[in-house]
């Protein structure tokens, strides 16, 4: 049998690896030896950052050695990495799935995989277990195109489900592994970052006036929120996030028809020559372009222009469509199949859209995750309430 185009071979290595990795995390968390070093100003690194991208990038690096992969902590690449960091299998559901045209004859130089190896650092380190994900993002041509968001402590509460999930996605092909869910009509929700806030975030937030915001830790477990319908936007009017932070999950809201961009509506590059820093903000969405650009508009000048101007990828061909939707086609489409996946429609009565619960983590959410604080529209830190209610 002739072997699965590049990318579903990379995104198939990327499920496998992000379960082991996920363990790693784990273990290292119950071992209480976390091994927190400072890298920078509220910036930390854990010896389960570590471990985990010397599992990740070692064995995507051994079966894809002329893809360019970055991980998000400096680590010495000559060190030895044990023999059960390497993870050897492909995830065989994905290998099953029909790579959509456009991505059929990407080459190795055409990918960079950008590898956050633990999401929400500052959160693990205080027991906010759910917020941590393991981020690798697959971009071709700077464009986020796939991605695979792992969720190590996910079901944690309930000890009769399994733990852990792996969520990913391909543009053009869906999303797999969660139940979306449309998020309620009639307010705005938006969340922001937890631990790396301060008032230009916050005024930033504010000033698109939500009745409710929700604060919580990691860019992989925002949009987690995103994609089950439990906030409408994801705005961080900041420069702090990196591609390894954006990459994946970028990919993974392109598969189900969402946005990722900074504050001026410009799409991120993930080529490999490109600043590492997000210098334009972000804002994600779970919208079309057109409804994500009238948030764009609504975004204060004042935060724009604290923010760069990211320069855009280049356009890929997606088969005639616009980047930023969705091209539905083959066994993709509704008619087709069960799960309706990668759609840029929220169907109007359905509450719920199941998106595939046969791939890799059966388990739907439907828990609320994190720290959550309602309030009206002259939101402030000082009188924000911080439930966190994830706390282990
Ligand atoms: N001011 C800042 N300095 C350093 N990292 C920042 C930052 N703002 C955001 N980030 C990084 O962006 C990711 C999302 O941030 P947040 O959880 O606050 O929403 C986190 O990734 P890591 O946890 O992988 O380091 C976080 O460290
Ligand atoms: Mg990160």
């Known amino acids: 049998m002739a072997s699965s185009p590049l990318i579903m071979r990379l995104v198939s290595a990327s499920v496998a690896v992000s379960n ?18 400072e890298k920078g100003k509220n910036d930390l690194q854990t010896e389960a950052d570590r471990s985990a991208q010397r599992c990740i990038v070692a064995s995507l690096h051994k079966r894809f050695p002329e893809v360019a992969i970055f991980g ?62 393991v981020l690798i993002g697959i971009a071709v ?15 944690y509460q309930n000890p009769d489900k ?21 998020p309620p009509k009639d ?14 975030v916050t005024e930033t937030v504010h000033s698109l006036n939500p009745n409710e915001v929700v604060r919580v830790g990691g860019t992989g477990h925002k949009v987690l929120l995103l994609i089950e319908g439990k906030v409408h936007a994801y705005v961080f009017a900041s420069k702090g996030c990196k591609k390894w932070d954006t990459c994946a999950p970028e990919a993974v809201l392109h598969a189900v028809g969402g946005c990722l961009t900074d504050l001026h509506g410009i799409k991120m590059n993930y080529a490999k020559d490109v600043q590492r820093q997000n210098t334009g903000g972000m804002l994600a969405t779970l919208m079309n372009e057109e409804d994500h650009r009238g948030i764009v508009a609504k975004i204060p000048e004042l935060a724009k222009d604290a923010m760069e101007q990211s320069s855009p990828a280049p356009e890929l061909d997606f088969m005639g469509a616009k ?20 759609s840029n429609k929220v169907p109007s009565e359905e509450k719920k859209q199941a998106v595939d619960q046969s791939a890799v983590s059966p388990t739907p959410s439907t828990d609320s995750q994190g720290t959550t604080s309602s309030k009206s529209s002259q939101l402030s830190d000082s009188v924000q309430k911080e439930t966190c209610t994830t706390k282990l």
């Open 20 to 37: 082991r990795a996920s363990g790693i995390i784990r273990d290292i968390m119950k071992s209480g030896n976390l091994g927190i070093v």
């Open 141 to 155: 041509k700077g464009n986020a195109v796939a991605g695979v968001i792992n969720q190590p402590w996910y079901n």
């Open 187 to 200: 307010k705005l929700i938006v969340t922001t970052s937890r631990s790396h806030s301060n008032m230009l």
């Open 72 to 133: 998000e902590e400096a680590l010495d690449p000559s060190e030895k990495i044990p023999a059960e960091f390497l993870e050897h299998e492909s995830d065989e559901y994905v290998l099953k799935q029909e790579c959509p045209e456009y991505l059929r004859n990407v080459a190795d130089e055409d990918v960079v995989i950008w590898v956050d190896p633990l999401d929400g650092t500052a959160e693990f380190t205080q027991g906010f277990l759910d917020h941590v994900t």
């Open 323 to 342: 980047f930023g939707q969705n091209p539905q086609r083959g066994s993709n489409s509704e008619e087709k199949s069960n799960i309706p996946i990668g």
């Open 162 to 182: 399994p733990l852990g999930r792996t969520i990913w996605g391909v543009m053009g092909l869906g999303g797999f592994g969660f139940l979306r869910e449309v």
